[in-house]
């Protein structure tokens, strides 16, 4: 929380911005959580003017709906659940196609509803979101780091003899100078899969991961029934998954160890591999298939 405090004028401004009203959200809670976000940027009071300039190029909305959950307002969280649930659900399937990761998103909205108590208060990992990115953007971060948390307490406490366990902080600053050839051996490999998939497949995961359109919407599109949609999803990620994985060790003579940290470069460095820009092409390719085919709620 900064030391010192945000002017109640702009304080005002900003909730209005946000449109904070809308959640009932009392003044104080996000007063509160534009000082912390200052807080975290500002080691000192600063300019008011560079105050100003910081907190009003935050994603205000997405901080108010965020502090509304926090404390509990059932507007705010049915509309929380409604919207970035399945965005959320999503990234998951994109960590792991295998299902592994749906857990872990199942698991966040508990830290996010705040079950866990500290000094007797309900305490929700919503206070940690301060705005400098959008909600979406931060929720498929906390999930990647959960997932990569995982791994490596995975991989300390099965795969390696308790007195050989390496310094997993060092072990990640050591594979550093590799994260940028690593990522972009993994955007090429993952270009070149796309590109060998049938022309429905890509169709399905354009419609899907660079229009947002939900499983039933495909379904009309493609006249197929709303799980026939889930499953060839299912199988269209499991077949990158393969040909990347082959990409890499045919062409890259890469090692089982080398792909796996190919596939973690890609989720610590969250966004590095943004599959709805990587689907540009589709949205090209497929354009003629779109039109005749575009379901009800579709952008052109």
């Known amino acids: 929380m900064a030391s010192w405090r945000i002017p109640d004028a ?20 996000f007063a509160a959580a534009l000082e ?27 901080l108010a709906l965020a502090c509304a959950c926090a404390a509990g307002h059932e507007s705010a969280w ?32 508990g830290e996010l509803f705040g079950l866990a108590e500290r000094d007797g208060a309900r305490r929700s990992l919503f206070e ?17 780091q959960r997932h990569v948390d995982r791994v490596r307490s995975a991989r300390r406490f099965e795969e390696l003899p308790a007195e050989e366990a390496p310094d997993l902080a060092r072990a990640s600053v050591a594979h550093q100078p590799h994260a940028a050839r690593y990522v972009e051996l993994m955007r090429r490999a993952v ?16 419609y899907y991961y ?7 919407q495909i379904g009309r599109a493609l006249k197929e029934h709303e799980a026939t949609v889930s499953r060839n999803l299912a199988r269209a990620r499991r077949d ?9 060790r045919d062409r890259e003579r890469m090692s089982p160890s080398e792909i796996e940290e190919c596939f973690a470069a890609v989720v610590e460095d969250v966004g590095s591999l943004d599959v709805a820009d990587l689907l540009g092409g589709v949205r090209k390719k497929s354009q003629e298939d779109r039109s ?5 709620g579709a952008s052109a």
């Open 78 to 109: 049915e509309h929380f659940v409604r919207e970035h649930r399945p965005l959320l659900y999503k990234a998951a399937a994109a960590i792991d196609p295998t299902g592994g990761s749906r857990e872990l998103a199942d698991s966040l909205y």
């Open 210 to 216: 660079a229009h947002d359109l939900t499983l039933a």
């Open 191 to 206: 270009v070149a899969a796309v590109a060998r998939l049938t022309p429905k497949d890509r169709l399905r995961l354009g």
């Open 36 to 62: 912390r976000s200052a807080g975290n940027t500002f080691a000192a009071e600063p300019d008011p003017r560079a105050l100003e300039r910081h907190l009003t190029s935050l994603h205000l909305e997405d």
């Open 292 to 296: 005749k085919e575009r379901p009800e």
């Open 240 to 248: 990158i998954r393969r040909d990347v994985e082959r990409q890499l």
């Open 128 to 144: 940690y979101f301060h705005g400098r990115s959008t909600l979406s953007t931060w929720l498929r971060a906390v999930l990647a």
């Open 10 to 29: 702009l304080v005002a401004r900003l909730y209005e911005t946000a449109r904070a009203d809308r959640w009932a959200l009392p003044v104080a809670p």
